[in-house]
């Protein structure tokens, strides 16, 4: 039976083995393995294609989020909106700046976050939003921003999982004072261990940005802030350089796998968005990329019903068929986080979705015997 990994990298890395292999020699005879050229250079590709004006290599996604806030001035007490439906990182990066991440609520069909429910959780200390890109799709800017504006609040863009997506024809990230963004081998443009960007259009908060990225340093050995060790190797940057032309090739494929999902599951499920769609009682809930400028870093079924989601995932696993749940508990339910929980409304749809959700293979090189492979499956399951 054929198998089918939720990703594999073999025939996409495999494929640029010599230009990979070439780009590592020559870092390794240049003897310059922190800074310089080579990572100045992707840098700058970067930056472009994110249509940022300011591009820095950094460590880890993880870590430009906390760059991030850290060059804006983000302080103990201070509070964040954060949506409680997303990648640790995201909040973890608030917490540890002693800031307390305040969550919110998501939109049941963008999965992103809900600005209305953000309105609700505004007050006097509330310095900035973190709308995430989730799943390669844009969040509402146009409402993020007007939202930002309205209570005078920073915004930093999470594009972990969404490089090359775009809002009304703007790469995602260009819109708030930072997009941040991860070289992590699963998103869209995956490296070789961890690194990650960070994006702005402010000189003065890049500035800040890059001497907090070499421990608070400027000029060497003086220290006006603290800062860390944020750096991305030249020797990850050379690699990435060799696929970042790559990316839109990437991404159209992923697009190409949504769109024959659609197709072949299209007659049994409802699509998110379309209450009007028959049939009423689908078990499955088909995702949309309803900006249609979406990247795909996941496509993420939702399966109603109690049970049923972790029913269909045992009935795919079995089958060697590669599944996982984007994310199978709220943020806020998380041991750490316990002393973040307040009283009032529960955050009922990001509750709701951890429930539901299933991510199915969509990556680039998905083969047509695998994707009718999953089809197949999904289909006798529904049946049985
Ligand atoms: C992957 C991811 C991050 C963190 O990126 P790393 O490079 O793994 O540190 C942050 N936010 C979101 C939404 C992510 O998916």
């Known amino acids: 039976m054929t198998k089918v990994p939720l990703l594999d990298l073999s025939a996409q890395n495999g494929a640029l083995e010599a230009e990979?292999?070439?780009?590592?020699?020559?870092?390794?005879?240049?003897?310059?393995?922190?800074?310089?050229?080579?990572?100045?250079?992707?840098?700058?590709?970067?930056?472009?294609?994110?249509?940022?004006?300011?591009?820095?290599?950094?460590?880890?996604?993880?870590?430009?989020?906390?760059?991030?806030?850290?060059?804006?001035?983000?302080?103990?007490?201070?509070?964040?909106?954060?949506?409680?439906?997303?990648?640790?990182?995201?909040?973890?990066?608030?917490?540890?700046?002693?800031a307390v991440p305040v969550w919110v609520d998501v939109d049941a069909h963008t999965f992103n976050i809900s600005l209305d429910d953000a309105a609700k959780k505004i007050s006097p200390r509330t310095r900035a939003i973190i709308p995430v890109h989730l799943f390669g799709q844009a969040a509402?800017?146009?409402?993020?921003?007007?939202?930002?504006?309205?209570?005078?609040?920073?915004?930093?863009?999470?594009?972990?999982?969404?490089?090359?997506?775009?809002?009304?024809?703007?790469?995602?990230?260009?819109?708030?004072?930072?997009?941040?963004?991860?070289?992590?081998?699963?998103?869209?443009?995956?490296?070789?261990?961890?690194?990650?960007?960070?994006?702005?259009q402010d000189s003065a908060l890049a500035e800040r940005a890059r001497i907090l990225r070499v421990h608070g340093m400027s000029p060497k050995y003086y220290h006006a802030f603290v800062g860390g060790n944020f750096r991305m190797d030249p020797l990850q940057a050379a690699l990435l350089a060799v696929k970042l032309p790559h990316l839109p090739s990437y991404n159209s494929r992923r697009a190409e796998n949504a769109a024959f999902y659609a197709r072949a599951l299209g007659a049994h499920a409802r699509v998110a968005g379309n209450t009007a769609a028959a049939p009423d009682d689908a078990v499955l809930l088909l995702p949309v990329d309803f900006t249609g400028e979406g990247i795909w870093n996941q496509y993420t079924l939702r399966v109603r019903g109690e049970g049923r989601r972790d029913a269909l995932r045992a009935w795919l696993l079995a089958r060697n068929i590669g599944c996982d749940i984007y994310y199978?508990?709220?943020?806020?339910?998380?041991?750490?986080?316990?002393?973040?929980?307040?009283?009032?409304?529960?955050?009922?749809?990001?509750?709701?979705?951890?429930?539901?959700?299933?991510?199915?293979?969509?990556?680039?090189?998905?083969?047509?015997?695998?994707?009718?492979?999953?089809?197949a499956a999904i289909l006798e399951w529904l049946e049985a």
């Open 20 to 98: 990979l292999t070439s780009a590592f020699q020559r870092v390794l005879r240049s003897c310059s393995y922190i800074m310089g050229p080579e990572l100045e250079s992707f840098e700058k590709e970067t930056a472009r294609l994110c249509a940022v004006e300011h591009g820095l290599g950094v460590s880890s996604g993880t870590d430009a989020i906390l760059l991030a806030l850290m060059a804006l001035g983000i302080r103990p007490g201070d509070e964040v909106l954060v949506p409680v439906f997303t990648f640790f990182a995201t909040a973890g990066c608030v917490a540890r700046l002693g």
């Open 140 to 200: 509402d800017m146009d409402a993020v921003l007007r939202f930002a504006r309205e209570f005078n609040l920073f915004v930093i863009e999470d594009c972990a999982q969404s490089l090359g997506a775009k809002w009304k024809g703007r790469p995602v990230g260009s819109f708030g004072d930072f997009g941040t963004y991860s070289f992590f081998p699963s998103k869209n443009l995956g490296g070789f261990g961890d690194s990650g960007f960070l994006g702005t």
């Open 328 to 375: 199978p508990l709220p943020l806020d339910q998380q041991e750490c986080f316990k002393d973040t929980r307040r009283g009032g409304e529960p955050l009922r749809i990001a509750h709701q979705l951890s429930r539901e959700v299933l991510s199915i293979p969509v990556f680039p090189d998905l083969t047509e015997i695998q994707r009718d492979t999953v089809v």
